[in-house]
């Protein structure tokens, strides 16, 4: 099993490199100017030059490059062009709402949605697997900032049961946390709940009828122990890749829920960073949602290690 994660891990530090000069390449060679951002409308080129000067934008693509590129190995992702804060300080602090979110979405999604799938699979056929499947295109159709209207509208402005803006830190207590956590944490979740449970359910129906499947009913075991022992088990490899799949989407910020419900997360400052082309920051951004792509899909290949034993080596 070692050497497969090894195997994998290296294959990664290509994929990355790739990612580090699509980044650099598709920033540098679109039109604007960044010392024109910073400087304004009012200054002069004198001014303009300097500003170039000092950023590097002056020298051949191929030294920013391997300048911004050996400052990136060391843990530098640059200064931001309009704020002159450090890159890593200004995604620190907009990490913890994104990854707050994250995790309260898609632990609600799979604890909804695995058991939901189950069941459909289990009854297919039935008006249990109908109304499942319904459900699924339902949270499919309606777009989140819908969702998350009705919700604000229903929850924080009739009912006044729920705030209906804000993030605070679950530093600063877990019930003023989750009761800001709670409204995004439903709007987002209903596409992910649709997504895991017609996977779950398409998965369990290609193993249900498997041999060992039968062969488990005909030892006598109880359906649930077949269920959840035999064919979820089998059934849980493109399960997992979407869940997988789906944490890293949401770790890189869900701009539309993030400005619905006021969040100060990764998908505002992305965005905010592109519409004023501060470069540093829109390639800090990518390049740290790249690698936690790797790592979701490293993670997900030591729970295929656990689930196929036919890999580990």
Known sequence: ??????????????????????????????PGDPAAIIAGDTATPEQLERIRTSLGLNEPLVTQFVTW????????LGVSLISNVPVLTMIGQRLEPTISIALTTIVLAVVVAVPLGVVAAWKQGTWIDRCVMGLSVLGFSVPVFVIGYVLVQVFAIDLRWLPVQGF??????????????????????????????????????DV????????????????????????????????????????????????????VFNLPGIGRLTVDAV????????????LLTSALYVAINLLIDVAYTFLDPRIRY
Do not use: C
């Open 168 to 205: 605070r830190s679950i530093g600063k207590g877990v019930w003023p946390f989750f009761e800001r956590a709670l409204l995004p944490t439903l709007a987002l979740s209903f596409i992910y709940i649709a997504l895991i449970a017609r996977m779950t359910r398409a998965s369990m129906l």
């Open 208 to 259: 249900l009828g498997e041999d060992y499947v039968r062969t488990a009913r005909a030892k006598g075991l109880t359906e649930r122990r077949v269920l959840l022992t035999h064919a979820l088990r089998n059934a849980a490899v493109p399960v997992i890749t979407v869940i997988g799949t789906g944490f890293g989407l949401l770790i890189s910020g869900v701009v539309v829920t993030e400005s």
């Open 69 to 76: 590129l050996g400052k990136i190995l060391q843990g530098d």
């Open 275 to 286: 519409l004023a082309r501060d470069y540093p920051v829109i390639q800090g951004v990518i």
């Open 1 to 30: 099993m070692a050497g497969y994660l090894i195997r994998r891990l290296l294959a990664s530090i290509p994929v990355m490199g790739v990612v580090a000069l699509f980044v650099f390449l598709l920033l540098r060679l679109t």
